[in-house]
């Protein structure tokens, strides 16, 4: 997690790339097809075959055993081979991911009910990053996240006790700036002050942190055992 990371550190046993993007307001051109990947042409020299899909609905409630299951699509040569040594080969799979994203998500603006069932089926199988606009806004995500740890089996009415308790997080790291982050500061179409600091801003224009992409990160991922 630091800038001293090189390109090739960082992809050290990459063979492909798989980016799924889901949630309700996943808008699409007529011409692309939802539910399934997407081969991304190589026009810029990646050294990684990359695949996207689009998939529009709440991830944990597309979510079925242990992931997203996509329509089969042509696939490289590569990926073709290993499925069938692996004797995977079948007309659709459950696409299960490494590590999930949510960029500046805002989780401290909604109810914890409607975050907490999709942070819950994200972390069985992989980290979740969140992002925020500012290292103050994403504070007020980790806030909710603790008490989604906290309140973790109040989540779902019925659950057993045994089952509940696997659905603890915890944070493999904690609301930090982000390395990755945009360096230009974000353009608002509202008052930056009421947005993030509210009341509490002194009124002094130098007290309200300058809102990026990505400006601060945090991670969080199911408690191990």
Not at 40 to 69: I, M, N
Not at 162 to 176: D, N, P, V
Not at 189 to 203: I, K, L, P
Request: hydrophobic share 35%.
């Amino acid at each position: 997690r630091t800038q001293g990371w090189t390109y090739d550190e960082v992809m050290r046993g990459v063979e492909r790339i798989e980016i799924a993007l889901v949630g309700p307001n996943v808008t699409l051109d007529a011409r692309v097809a939802p539910d399934v990947f997407h081969d991304v042409r190589d026009d810029d020299g990646r050294r990684f075959p990359t695949r996207v899909a689009y998939a529009r609905g709440l991830y944990h409630e597309l979510e079925r055993d242990g992931g997203v299951s996509f329509p089969r699509t042509e696939l490289s040569t590569t990926v073709k081979e290993e499925e069938e040594e692996e004797g995977t080969t079948r007309e659709s799979r459950v696409w299960v991911p490494d590590l999930a994203l949510a960029y500046n998500a805002g989780v401290w603006g909604y109810a914890q009910a409607e975050w907490a069932p999709t942070f819950f089926a994200l972390t069985r199988d992989a980290p979740v990053v969140c992002t925020g606009y500012s290292a103050r806004e994403l504070e007020g995500d980790e806030e909710c996240l603790e008490a989604m740890r906290d309140e973790s089996t109040t989540c779902d009415e019925g659950m057993e006790e045994t089952e509940t308790e696997k659905r603890i997080l915890e944070f493999a790291w904690a609301c930090e700036p982000n390395p990755f982050a945009s360096l230009e500061p974000r353009a608002l179409q509202f008052s930056r002050d009421a947005y993030d600091g509210g009341e509490n801003n002194s009124g002094d224009e130098r007290d309200v942190p300058v809102m990026r992409e990505n400006d601060a990160w945090l991670c969080v991922a199911r408690e191990r055992a």
